[in-house]
């Protein structure tokens, strides 16, 4: 049983002043809210070890990352991107209904690390689309938090 389901059960004990229980259960239920606003660890693009090709034409989807659940903000903040083989140029994009909404790092033909302060909506995602098609291989990791926005 969590703290917060053990507090809330307080508020269920039968001599306890009505106006007291509803004030406890409100109380109760603004400290989840909170607890829920803090951000949480959140992979957005991750594939496999055994890497993609870059061998695709200008903005091809090439690796689809995960959508930004409703209800949340994503903030990026460590983009990774390793080339096994070295050939053709990828980029990595927002992208939302299957659109590209912004390209954020473009001429990648290398490896590519770094940290950012991206901001996605929910419905959102990054993506590696092609740029220059090469017969080259890469992995990608790219992980952040998730915040959920809170509506007073």
Same mark, same amino acid.
């Given at each position: 049983?969590? $703290?917060? @389901? *053990?507090?809330? @059960? ?11 229980? %509803?004030?406890?259960?409100?109380? +109760?239920?603004?400290? #989840?809210n ?15 070890? $055994? ?17 930004v659940?409703?209800?949340? #903000? ?15 140029? +990828? %980029?990595?994009?927002?992208? %939302? ?7 954020i ?9 770094g940290?950012? #302060? ?5 419905? *959102?995602?990054l ?7 090469g ?6 990791y ?5 915040? #959920?926005?809170?509506?007073?």
């Amino acid at each position: 049983m969590t $703290t917060l @389901s *053990q507090i809330l @059960s307080l508020s269920q004990l039968p001599n306890i002043n009505t106006t007291i229980s %509803q004030d406890f259960k409100l109380a +109760v239920n603004e400290l #989840k809210n909170i607890v829920d606003s803090f951000p949480k660890p959140f992979v957005f693009l991750k594939t496999d070890n $055994t890497g993609i090709s870059s061998n695709i034409n200008a903005d091809v989807l090439a690796v689809p990352g995960t959508p930004v659940p409703p209800g949340h #903000k994503g903030l990026v903040e460590d983009f990774n991107l390793n080339f096994s083989t070295a050939a053709g140029t +990828v %980029q990595i994009v927002v992208m %939302q209904n299957r659109q590209i909404v912004n390209r954020i790092v473009r001429n990648i033909n290398a490896d590519t690390s770094g940290i950012g #302060k991206t901001v996605l909506d929910e419905g *959102q995602y990054l993506a590696i689309v092609g740029q220059t098609a090469g017969a080259g291989q890469f992995t990608s990791y790219c992980s952040g938090v998730l915040v #959920k926005q809170v509506i007073p």
